[in-house]
């Protein structure tokens, strides 16, 4: 089962962010922008299918969205499209369900438009390295600035160095449902350092804000809350976590391509 190649949700749910709206964009979700002719699901959906370390896919995304955008190119570039729930934690969920409790499964975010398949098998080997139930992808600042400084990101400083949340992360699926309050806690503390080690325990958040917090006092605290074997993994791919969150973000991206296309 090491060796099996991972399953992966894609989560592409979700309404389209003032933003963008106000900006003149009319579509589903920002998963459905177009960027230099291409939408970012489909970038994300095809880095995904040329990754050795992927078998299926999930798409957690409106049934009539991704039917509009992809008609019968849609079979190519994921295996299920799934409705999504309420909010991001119960869109994961539905892309659980139904799956082997035991699979580790990872969790893809389609707002990283310059993943490759590439930085996706470096992730996964990450993952298969280090026994977990939940592993969270971060990658360091200074590979990231040094390919992409034009783009923004909360960083976070830790004893082994400063970070930025990654688009990827993965969980066995049946642990799932019972992570779920957690998760949503996390999730909406995710954009504040502060927020989030507050959230881990007082005593974490004192050790933050004097440097003093590591990736591991981090992991076992989270064991502690989830009641899971929690991971950080540190990766040095920043397209993993090179994400759209704004009309600004996406100008970002779309000026990183043109960089590369006259290279």
Same mark, same amino acid.
């Given at each position: 089962?090491?060796?099996? !190649? ?20 009319? @579509? ?44 019968? %190119?849609?079979?190519?570039?994921? #295996?299920?499209?799934?409705?999504? /729930?309420? /909010? ?9 369900? /139904?799956?082997? *409790? ?8 389609? #707002? ?18 280090? !026994? ?10 200074? !590979? ?64 933050? @804000? ?27 791919? !920043? ?15 779309? %000026?990183?391509?043109?960089?590369? *296309?006259?290279?």
């Amino acid at each position: 089962m090491a060796n099996e !190649p991972m399953i992966a949700v894609a989560l592409a749910g979700g309404r389209l962010e003032r933003d963008f709206r106000d900006a003149g964009y009319d @579509v589903a979700n920002k998963a459905y922008l177009s960027i230099r002719g291409v939408m970012m699901l489909e970038r994300v959906l095809s880095s995904l299918r040329g990754a050795s370390s992927v078998g299926r896919i999930r798409c957690v995304t409106q049934p009539e969205a991704f039917d509009a955008a992809f008609g019968s %190119r849609g079979a190519d570039l994921c #295996d299920e499209v799934l409705t999504p /729930g309420a /909010g991001l934690i119960e869109s994961m969920l539905a892309g659980l369900a /139904g799956l082997p *409790e035991d699979r580790l499964v990872l969790i893809v975010a389609t #707002d990283i438009p310059l993943v490759r398949p590439s930085d996706v098998d470096a992730f996964t080997a990450r993952v298969m390295a280090a !026994p977990c139930d939940v592993a969270y992808g971060f990658v360091r600042r200074e !590979p990231h600035e040094a390919r992409y400084p034009g783009v923004r990101h909360t960083w976070v400083r830790l004893r082994e160095g400063t970070f930025c949340g990654g688009g990827v992360s993965a969980i066995r699926a049946g642990a799932g449902v019972g992570l779920a309050d957690a998760l949503r806690r996390i999730v909406a503390a995710r954009k504040s350092p502060l927020r989030l080690a507050a959230i881990f325990s007082p005593a974490l958040l004192f050790r933050y @804000v004097f440097g003093m917090l590591g990736i591991a006092d981090a992991e076992r605290r989270a064991d502690v809350i989830t009641s899971c074997r929690c991971r950080g993994i540190a990766c040095d791919e !920043p397209e993993l976590a090179v994400n759209v969150d704004r009309l600004e973000d996406l100008r970002e991206v779309e %000026r990183i391509l043109d960089a590369q *296309e006259k290279t």
